[in-house]
Structure formats: C-alpha cells, structure tokens
C-alpha cells in the first residue's frame, strides 16, 4: 500500500458497463483498474468484517454485480495486480500494512442455494455454510451436516478444503466454478482440485463463484438432530463470541494442535491484546485492541514453544494476507 490517496474517485464508485477497453478507469497512487458494475472502493476498510476486526485496508475493495461483471473486470485488469477474493473473513488475518491490489467480496446475488435431482445442492460462493447445510436438512439430503461447523463461505469452503467432525468439502464436492484471473469461466470436477488437508490446487487470484455438492438421502429430522449436535457442540468448546478467526494451526498427523499447544504451556498466553483462548487454545483472540502483528506474533511464539516442547512444528492453518 502506498498510504497516497485516490485522487481521481471518490471513496466508492458504481461502475459503467462490464470491464470493457473503453470502460472508465480507475486511478490511484498505485494502480489503474477498470470500472465494472458493481462497486469499487479505494482504500477499503477490511476490518469492518475480517472476524479479528483488524487490519489495514485493500487497496481496492471490489464488489461485482455478478459473475459476468467478475469476468468481464478480471479480463480487463493489468494481470500485474494481484486478486484475492475474501469471504466473510473468518479465517484471515490482514496485515496492518493492508492488501495491495484487488479484493473481492461477492455479492448477495451469489449467496443462493438451490436443491437439485440425485440428492444434490447448489451454492453460490458467497453463501454461508449452514445456509447450505440447513438446506440439505430440508430437503432431507444427509452428509453436508458437517457444514454447519464452518464458519465461512462456500466458495473459501471449497478453496482450502474446510471440514469438521471428521468430513471434508472433498467428501461432498462434486464440481466447483470459477473466474480465473484472466476472466476465463470455467467448472472444475472435484478431482482437478487436488485436495489434501486444508490445501486445494485453486489456481492464484481465481475466484470461486458457485459449488455443486452431494450427499444421500436421510431423514430431515435425523440431519436436524446432527447439526444441532455440531452447534452445541461448538458452543461449548469454542470461543464463538470472540473476536477470532477460527482454528489457528492445521492438526498433526496423529494428534491435535490444541493439545500440543496446551502441553507447552500457552493457554491464556498474551502478548498486547492478542490472547491465546482459554477455552479452546487453538484459537488466538483479539481481546479489543490488538493489532495484527501482535496476533500473528502470538501465533508465532506458539508455534515456537511448541516446537521447543514436543518437536512438531504447527503449520498455520489462519491464512495471513497483505503487508506488514
């Protein structure tokens, strides 16, 4: 981020027509972007959804109208600037310094879930886990329970292949869509995403759009009982209610990152305002004024006294963005 003002638009823009040549342009201290449908703001405050609450702003904070307004900006922008699409944030932490180049954050419009023959459900990117799982529920289709303990989207469900209670998105996913960094649609079968643990092979700056899943026919009132399990579950395990951003570091083979980080003594540990949970020590805290270098110090202090304790060294699971 160059910190310079935009001097050309104002703080947020509706943009005329779909990414064309001749469509209007966008200017700051640091780069030129195409308008689009959608919105466009300079300087786009982060913060005010990231779940840590903090963080420094995306040079630009972009909104399409849809997926072909999406594809249309993508083809149009300088593939020197980078893309990175966000959800709603649960599982992030921004630098301080913000995100250069463009953020994307899509729209309502592909938030919707519709059910489909053979057991199936279609998301829009943008819709929430246990929107989908709920959905599921309803249409008496079983095996997606597991997404009411995401926190996320479907489209981030699917970039790093989130599970819980022993399911992944790579159990249910059948194909995914997305906008390649060059504006090119495509739909990818599950199996090109090249799944491991919390890891998939989505391609730098291509943004998920939509995911088909699938599970089998099950009773809604069974399903119902089961998600409702995962909800109490996770109340009463997890600090919900905090400023957080969900499962810190990814699960050794054979053992579990909260209890290695137990072991070593971290629980309640501190530094500034970042606190590792007391409830559930693989979830750092903003406990209201920490920053994101102190969150990500903390995480990286445990990572060290877990590695001095018991030899393994924790692999970040919290995807960490932008400068410093």
């Not at 202090?301 to 060294?313: F, P, Y």
Request: glycine share 14%; hydrophobic share 40%; proline share 6%.
């Amino acid at each position: 981020m160059t910190g310079q003002p935009t001097s050309f638009v104002p703080s947020e823009v509706e943009g005329r027509g779909r990414g064309s040549d001749d469509a209007p342009r966008l200017r700051s201290g640091r780069a030129e972007i195409p308008a689009l449908e959608g919105t466009i703001q300079a300087d786009g405050s982060l913060a005010d959804f990231i779940w840590f609450r903090t963080g420094g702003p995306a040079e630009w904070l972009v909104r399409p109208a849809d997926v072909d307004d999406l594809a249309a900006f993508l083809r149009a922008l300088d593939p020197a600037i980078p893309v990175m699409p966000v959800g709603v944030g649960s599982n992030l932490i921004v630098r301080d310094g913000g995100v250069p180049g463009v953020v994307v954050r899509l729209p309502k419009a592909l938030a919707k879930v519709h059910v489909e023959p053979g057991n199936r459900v279609r998301a829009g990117a943008g819709a929430m886990g246990i929107t989908v799982a709920s959905k599921a529920r309803d249409a008496g289709i079983a095996g997606l329970e597991f997404l009411r303990g995401i926190p996320g989207t479907a489209g981030g469900a699917v970039r790093m292949n989130a599970g819980a209670y022993g399911r992944d998105v790579a159990d249910i996913l059948v194909e995914a869509t997305l906008v390649l960094r060059d504006g090119t649609v495509e739909t990818w079968p599950a199996e090109r995403f090249g799944y491991t643990y919390r890891h998939s092979e989505t391609p730098v700056g291509a943004v998920v759009v939509e995911a088909l899943f699938e599970g089998v026919p099950g009773d809604p009132k069974t399903i119902g009982a089961e998600m409702d399990r995962i909800a109490e579950e996770r109340e009463a395990s997890q600090p919900l209610r905090s400023r957080t951003g969900g499962s810190t570091f990814k699960n050794p083979p054979g053992t579990k990152a909260w209890k290695l980080i137990d072991e070593a003594g971290c629980r309640g540990l501190t530094i500034g305002d970042a606190q590792v949970s007391e409830k559930h020590c693989n979830f750092l805290l903003n406990l209201g004024g920490a920053t994101s270098a102190e969150i990500e110090a903390l995480g990286e202090e445990v990572r060290r006294r877990v590695l001095e304790k018991s030899g393994v060294t924790l692999e970040w699971e919290i995807q960490r963005v932008g400068h410093e």
